[in-house]
């Protein structure tokens, strides 16, 4: 490995989704032995540990953790729904605090049928009064655009101006912004927003995949980074020119991933994220 590759390989994260088969305790072992330095925590990783328990584990074994994994569905058809995702979100903005993450990743929801703006104002409301709490804690809530196929019940938030828009509206450094290569790829004001995005000061987190032509589920069929048609090398220049040094995490759901011998896939991460 070229002194380029191992400065390049330190900054690969991994979700910890990307690896469901696993266990956790699995995973941390698999990655340790990697030399993977950086996790992405999903939330169902808590089921069986309590966050506090679950960092240390973590840090012991020398992976920083990236992000706690996830939050934010705010909209909801009645005040109780809506108050019901607030109480939810504080509780996760202590989990992490509990993880030692410094960042809560947040898919900020909608409501099918509803009126897209009207999920923006829920949306709105909900990070003005969950952002105090994660102030306090001292966990940065970010926001990630998801594509506009999913704009009916999982993110009224597709693009990154709308992204753009709430972190300058709120101005917060606990507020910011999360690019994901799957959601956004196809928008032709990437690079602008993207530039727009770390110019503020609010560019915070970067997660990589594929999208494959012949996807066959619009969930759990996400390509290995080379087995489709996103230009990763591309954004990722973007993000560095645009003050990004963080990690480069890989999020993969996907069910033909799954079905295969998860040390195989450990590796094919490794040898594809090289070559970006
Ligand atoms: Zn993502």
Redesign the pocket.
Known sequence: MTFQNSEHFNRLCIHTISNKPWSMGKIIENYAQAGVKGISVWRDRLADKSPVQLGEEIRKAEIEIVSLVRGGFFPGKTEAERNAAIDENRLIIDEAAGLGAPMLVLVCGAVPGQAIRQSLDQIEKGLATILPCAEKNGVKLVI?PLHPMYADSRSAIATMKTANDFAEKFDSPFLGV?V?VFHVWWDPDLEAEIKRCGDNGKLMAF?ICDWKQDMEDMLNDRGLMGEGIIRIGEIRCWMENSGFNGFHEV?IFSNRWWNTDQNYFLQKIKKAYLQI
């Open positions: 990630e999360a994901d997660h999020e």
